[in-house]
């Protein structure tokens, strides 16, 4: 069983500051992937930052790093100079690396960017 | 490059109607997933294909739930006798099954949203 953990309901940053949203995660699978989605108000998920479970190195994709703390069990998004445009829900999700594959999501963080 | 797409992107029906939902992968894409989001909610996992095969199928997906992917390219989702409490945005995503050692990435199409009055 896997399990996303997203203590954060809503966010509020003030234009170009940066930002970190948490996320913490439980699963019995030896080999997961860890992913970030972005969901603006038209409701489409865009895919934003993948971290694999073994991987050394923390993932980076433009303004958006992924803070992955194994030991820890936690997966914070971290983004840069943020921008208006980065107003929407973020989804931290977690799937397992072999068989099904399917993407457990937490319950989502609203972040806001205040002008 | 064309990405996931799903028609129709709203659907409003009455209780009691049968409704239909399809999704088209991005090409080449031997995965396809249906999800189902609620107010308030992450998306929650029904079913997925691999190829035209259904290997399973979530406990949240009763009876009157149906997906097919006939071909292995698109695929729907049939709901009979709708009720109040199947209103949600139903989302489809594809991935490219590869047989390395990463979690494959699983791109959403724009979701279906379904209000049943």
């Known amino acids: 069983a896997q399990k996303i953990t997203q203590t954060q309901p809503g966010m509020f940053v003030q234009e170009k500051e940066a930002v970190t949203l948490d996320c913490t995660y439980d699963?019995?699978?030896?080999?997961?992937?860890l992913f970030w989605y972005k969901q603006p108000s038209s409701g489409e998920m865009i895919f934003l930052i993948y971290?694999?479970?073994?991987?050394?190195q923390n993932a980076t994709e433009g303004r958006y790093s992924l803070n992955f703390q194994k030991a820890r069990k936690s997966a914070n998004l971290v983004i840069s100079a943020s921008q208006l445009g980065d107003s929407a829900m973020y989804f931290c999700a977690i799937a397992p690396t072999f068989g099904n594959e399917k993407l457990t999501f937490g319950t989502g963080t609203r972040l806001t960017i205040i002008p | 490059d064309t990405g996931v797409s799903q028609n129709p992107r709203h659907k409003i029906t009455k209780r009691g109607q049968n409704v239909t939902f399809r999704c088209d992968p991005i090409?080449?894409?031997?995965?396809l997933y249906w999800y189902r989001q609620t107010l308030g909610q992450g998306p929650e996992f029904l079913t997925y294909?691999?190829?035209?095969?259904?290997?399973?199928k979530s406990r949240l997906l009763s009876d009157r739930f149906s997906a097919e992917r006939p071909k292995g390219s698109f695929s729907t989702l049939e709901i009979q006798r709708t009720e109040q409490g199947d209103s949600a945005m139903y989302l489809c995503?594809?991935?490219?099954?590869?047989?390395?050692?990463?979690?494959?990435?699983?791109?959403f199409g724009p979701g279906t949203r379904l209000t049943v009055l």
């Open positions: 971290q694999g479970s073994y991987d050394q």
């Open positions: 995503a594809s991935s490219p099954k590869t047989s390395g050692a990463n979690t494959d990435t699983q791109y």
């Open positions: 294909f691999q190829n035209e095969a259904q290997l399973e």
């Open positions: 699963t019995s699978d030896p080999s997961y992937g």
């Open positions: 090409s080449e894409h031997n995965r």
